[in-house]
């Protein structure tokens, strides 16, 4: 097995907050009670970025996600946000930051410009600069046309939209979003990405969104990858896959895996894994090794894949184990 503590040695993580950072995280830790959900997490989100954090249920984003946007306090460490610490300095904080909570905040029953003009309200907007701020954002998220009508009216991907209007309405110059694709349907989920870089190449907001679906931290500019707690990885998706030489292969054993593993290691000298009673083999040139390992051990293999490497193997690099455990759920902390 992939060693847990030598996988956390080195997420390659930034001590220092680098010169153009928009959110810097250092050695945030956070318990409830006597359950660590932070564990000392450091990395820096820059200026423009689209910014995944990614990781299984219990993983920790949740907690990062309300320090973040100050409904939280750290245990310790220290989360800035624009020049703006989370502890010290939260009031000032919360001006510079838009949040679009994973739980919907419009209100149904209100058209889709009330429900902004309520939002413009609380930042002290008024009068005739929020209005042509309104149609302005109901302009940029495609639903100017839709402004007199009840937002209970709208599909799950134009509630969406206008939650995240309501986020950007203050133009902040940062924008947080907890998992916002949750319940929306492909075409509307590519559209909120589609979206999500626009908003970084013409407006340049910093981006940070937390998700559990790989797909989605594949179109981030750069991704922590979190587990129990702990940031595992950080780096761009191409960055982070690449650290894995060659293709990933992947055998099921007629019989025992842990003893086919053996077996294979002391015939080809490379290093395998064993989960889920699969064993797995990191090396370049994997057509023609499983063809030498299916010639090798005749009726000891059951099936046999060979991929690209993904982010999932980044995780299983790094963290020993799958992204999520065999009934679907994250695996519970041992
Ligand atoms: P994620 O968002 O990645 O699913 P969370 O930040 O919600 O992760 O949770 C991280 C850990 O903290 C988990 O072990 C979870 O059970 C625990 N946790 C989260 N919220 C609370 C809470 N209010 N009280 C106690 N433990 C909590």
Redesign the pocket.
């Given at each position: 097995m992939t060693s847990k503590s030598s996988a956390y040695a080195d997420p390659g993580v930034e001590s220092s907050s680098a010169p153009d950072a928009v959110i810097s995280l250092q050695h945030v830790v956070h318990r409830?009670?006597n359950?660590t959900?932070l564990n000392g997490v450091s990395f820096d989100v820059r200026a423009a970025e689209l910014f995944g954090l990614l990781?299984p249920?219990?993983?920790?984003?949740?907690?990062l996600f309300r320090i973040l946007s100050t409904l939280m306090f750290p245990t310790a460490g220290r989360a800035v946000v624009m020049g703006c610490d989370a502890s010290e300095d939260a009031a000032r904080l919360r001006r510079q930051i838009g949040v679009v909570f994973q739980a919907q905040s419009v209100d149904p029953k209100l058209t889709a410009y009330e429900n902004l003009w309520h939002q413009g309200h609380l930042y002290g907007l008024r009068g005739p600069s929020l209005n042509t701020r309104i149609s302005e954002m109901l302009t940029r998220v495609g639903l100017a046309d839709r402004a007199k009508e009840r937002v209970e009216t709208f599909s799950g991907g134009m509630q969406r939209r206008i939650e995240l209007a309501k986020g950007l309405l203050h133009r902040p110059g940062v924008l947080l979003l907890d998992e916002p694709t949750t319940g929306l349907d492909p075409g509307a989920r590519r559209d909120l990405w589609q979206y999500l870089q626009m908003l970084r190449d013409e407006e340049h907001v910093s981006v940070l969104v937390t998700t559990h679906l790989m797909e989605e931290a594949e179109r981030c500019d750069r991704l922590a990858i979190?587990n129990e707690?702990n940031l595992v990885a950080l780096g761009t998706p191409a960055e982070l896959k690449s650290e894995i030489g060659g293709d990933v292969v992947l055998l099921e054993a007629a019989h025992d895996a842990a003893r086919l593993a053996d077996d294979i290691r002391a015939r080809f000298d490379v290093h395998t894994t064993v989960i889920d009673n699969q064993v797995r083999i990191e090396r370049p040139g994997g057509h023609r090794f499983v063809t030498d390992v299916v010639e090798a051990f005749p009726g000891g293999i059951q099936a046999i894949s060979v991929s690209k490497p993904a982010l999932e193997d980044v995780f299983i690099r790094r963290t020993g184990h799958k992204f999520w455990s065999e009934n679907g759920d994250a695996p519970q902390p041992s």
């Open positions: 409830y009670e359950r959900a990781g249920n219990g993983s920790g984003k949740t907690t979190m707690g």
